[in-house]
């Protein structure tokens, strides 16, 4: 497949990985974030950090979108189905995310709730138009890839005039889950890794560009490499960030290019802008409250704002004790260090929201075999 399988060849990832060994100096150690899931997936799919040398450590982020939906953001979203009768719509991963009362989106459902799952916001807007009668709320989560959809769905209803519309806003900014990582007290209070670079996620830096990565660069002497999804991607961004660490550098480098550009795409971000606008405030799993690292509607489209229309507010609620996702997403701990890993916890019994995504770093380990391995 053009640009699939160019990008998954044995002979050029063996290429890669020697240079990678050779440019990665003996006397030190590289500690790498990859900030998206994705990512996360590719690494652990396709064995990189088997063809890495020792001293180059990978480390997950908290680029899940699921993963980072604290636990009162989910129950929110079943009040509304159980108290408030609505038909509630969601992506499939929210479904069996695990929420208070041993409940989940999908256990609500089988107490006679009417939550759907869909492949897009499109398809909750066209719920609405089929059933006039109820009030449909569209549980939106995401990064900046999905939130321009969400946009176009409150645009489109209130074009449309529709009444019985919402949505339950839950989109999340990546540069603020950057900037947290590396600076906030709460991360110092409860640890981190050291970091010496990242990998850009390649779907969000399509919408938002190369442009906001810089201010980490500069501030914080923090080198990004932008890279696609496939395992060469993830290994030439690698080997940059292993260069620019050698050679004293803290800049961004785009291996995306053939999908990413500085600017990003504008269209979307001034779409973005006018349905919505910052969140003071908003709570992450793993990062606690981070200040304006979210998004909410915006004043001229109040009506479709769930919360404001069927009053529900947000209540904290603290993660199961046992669970380590918090740590995972913060790159504390891997999978493995977690008790419940693959023994309590497992993607038929997810006891936390890591183990639930597809692009979760517990289901990552556990689906392609990486619970096998000991802890460093």
């Avoid at 998206?36 to 982020?61: E, F, K, Q, W």
Wanted: a neutral charge.
């Amino acid at each position: 497949m053009k640009y699939v399988d160019e990008y998954r060849d044995g002979e050029l990832a063996q290429g890669l990985a020697a240079a990678i060994a050779k440019e990665a100096r003996p006397d030190r150690r590289y500690h790498f974030m990859e900030f998206c899931g994705g990512h996360t997936h590719a690494i652990s799919r396709y064995g990189v950090t088997d063809l890495l040398p020792a001293n180059v450590r990978m480390i997950h982020g908290p680029g899940c979108p699921v993963c980072v939906l604290p636990i009162g953001r989910v129950d929110q979203a079943i009040r509304l189905a159980l108290k408030h009768n609505v038909i509630l719509c969601t992506y499939g991963d929210c479904l069996r995310v695990p929420a208070s009362d041993g409940l989940s989106l999908l256990k609500a459902k089988a107490r006679g709730a009417d939550i759907r799952m869909v492949y897009s916001s499109a398809d909750a807007l066209k719920l609405a138009q089929e059933n006039p009668e109820k009030q449909v709320v569209f549980f939106a989560i995401g990064f900046e890839t999905t939130t321009p959809p969400t946009a176009v769905a409150i645009k489109q209803a209130k074009a449309m005039g529709l009444k019985n519309f919402s949505v339950l806003c839950c989109h999340v900014l990546t540069p603020s889950a950057i900037s947290n990582i590396l600076e906030s007290p709460e991360v110092r209070k409860l640890g981190t890794v050291p970091l010496d670079g990242f990998i850009g996620p390649a779907h969000v830096s399509t919408i938002i560009g190369s442009r906001p990565y810089e201010f980490f660069a500069e501030e914080y002497r923090k080198p990004v490499v932008i890279a696609g999804f496939e395992p060469l991607d993830v290994m030439q961004a690698i080997r940059m960030l292993v260069r620019q660490v050698n050679e004293g550098r803290a800049e961004v480098e785009n291996e995306f290019s053939r999908a990413v550009s500085r600017e990003g795409n504008l269209k979307a971000q001034n779409l973005v802008a006018e349905v919505f606008e910052l969140r003071r405030a908003f709570e992450w799993r793993g990062l606690h409250t981070v200040p304006y690292s979210a998004l909410r509607i915006r004043g001229g489209f109040a009506e479709f704002d769930a919360e404001q229309r069927f009053g529900e507010d947000y209540v904290s609620v603290p993660d199961h004790k046992a669970c380590e996702c918090g740590a995972i997403l913060r790159g504390v701990k891997r999978p493995q260090d977690c008790k419940l890993f693959g023994t309590v916890c497992t993607p038929e019994n997810p006891v936390g929201s890591c183990m639930v995504s597809s692009e979760g770093a517990c289901a990552a380990h556990y689906t392609y075999g990486r619970f096998r391995e000991l802890p460093a």
